[in-house]
């Protein structure tokens, strides 16, 4: 069975050579086309049945749902506040049955508003397995890697210049977690870019990483008009405990 909470998935990276800049004329483009081999119906269609996908298939579906009209990157996700209290009384030495048939209920509401949240994708990973279906734990762990892997190619995260693209806020804490790092409390650093610091410096065969940039400029796009990010904003994120953001 995958380790819970975020196994080491991916490492701490030098700087990518050719990052994969989400091109958004391109995305609406193919993913609006019926006859696109990235119509985002068919596409979503594929990865709700937990069919096997490709690199460039989830980089227009990560992207492409930022069209679709379930995104609002604001709203409250009542699902994955149940999920988080629920992961507080985990035993993942032993996990209890019913809990798992709960906690993939909760995972699946959530991602109807969220669906590519690698936190509810890494729980499927670990209550699939608990329960002994080893299908659905491999395709929701292919889930989980080719969404991870969707936003680190998207840029290196080491300048403001070359952020990794989110669509959701939660999504950056993730990423950092993924590569077994501590995030401290993300810094709005423009209009459409944070930067996420780390607890601790880590060095790569290239340098030092002291932190990550994020491009939020679609969860900006999309925000209410009275919102404004400002004020502190809080995650409860995996085992991390909570995280404020202003």
Same mark, same amino acid.
């Given at each position: 069975?995958? +380790?819970?909470?975020?196994?080491?998935?991916?490492?701490?990276?030098?700087?990518?050579?050719?990052?994969?800049?989400? $091109?958004? /004329?391109?995305?609406?483009?193919?993913?609006?086309?019926?006859?696109?081999?990235?119509?985002?119906?068919?596409?979503?269609? +594929?990865?709700?049945?937990? /069919?096997?996908?490709?690199?460039?298939? *989830?980089? *227009?579906?990560?992207?492409?749902?930022? *069209?679709?009209?379930?995104?609002?990157?604001?709203?409250?996700?009542?699902?994955?506040?149940?999920?988080?209290?629920?992961?507080?009384?985990?035993?993942? @030495?032993?996990?209890?049955?019913?809990?798992?048939?709960?906690?993939?209920?909760?995972?699946?509401?959530?991602?109807?508003?969220?669906?590519?949240?690698? =936190?509810?994708?890494?729980?499927?990973?670990?209550?699939?397995?608990?329960?002994?279906?080893?299908?659905?734990? /491999?395709?929701?762990?292919?889930?989980?890697?080719?969404?991870?892997?969707? &936003?680190? =190619?998207?840029? @290196?995260?080491?300048? $403001?210049?070359?952020?990794?693209?989110?669509?959701?806020?939660?999504?950056?804490? $993730?990423?950092?977690?993924?590569?077994?790092?501590?995030?401290? +409390?993300?810094?709005?650093?423009?209009?459409?870019?944070?930067? &996420?610091?780390?607890?601790?410096?880590?060095?790569?065969? @290239?340098?030092?990483?002291?932190?990550?940039?994020? $491009?939020?400029?679609?969860? *900006?796009?999309?925000?209410?008009? @009275?919102?404004?990010?400002?004020?502190?904003?809080?995650?409860?994120?995996?085992?991390?405990?909570? +995280?404020?953001?202003?």
């Amino acid at each position: 069975m995958k +380790r819970f909470i975020f196994a080491l998935c991916m490492m701490l990276l030098p700087a990518l050579a050719l990052p994969k800049i989400p $091109d958004e /004329e391109d995305i609406l483009r193919k993913t609006m086309d019926s006859s696109s081999p990235f119509y985002y119906p068919s596409l979503l269609m +594929r990865y709700n049945n937990l /069919e096997h996908m490709s690199e460039e298939e *989830y980089h *227009y579906l990560y992207y492409g749902f930022a *069209y679709h009209e379930n995104y609002k990157p604001m709203a409250t996700n009542n699902a994955i506040t149940d999920l988080y209290a629920s992961m507080m009384t985990l035993n993942t @030495d032993e996990p209890d049955r019913e809990q798992m048939q709960y906690i993939i209920s909760v995972c699946t509401e959530a991602m109807y508003a969220d669906p590519f949240n690698p =936190t509810v994708l890494n729980m499927m990973v670990f209550a699939h397995g608990a329960l002994g279906d080893k299908v659905k734990e /491999e395709a929701y762990y292919n889930h989980l890697q080719g969404v991870l892997n969707t &936003i680190m =190619t998207s840029g @290196d995260g080491r300048t $403001d210049k070359y952020p990794m693209h989110i669509i959701m806020f939660s999504h950056a804490v $993730d990423v950092v977690s993924s590569m077994g790092v501590e995030p401290k +409390r993300a810094e709005i650093i423009s209009r459409n870019v944070e930067y &996420i610091p780390l607890a601790e410096p880590r060095r790569v065969p @290239d340098g030092k990483i002291k932190g990550f940039y994020f $491009d939020y400029s679609r969860i *900006y796009r999309n925000k209410p008009d @009275d919102v404004t990010f400002k004020r502190e904003r809080t995650w409860q994120f995996n085992n991390l405990g909570v +995280r404020e953001y202003k």
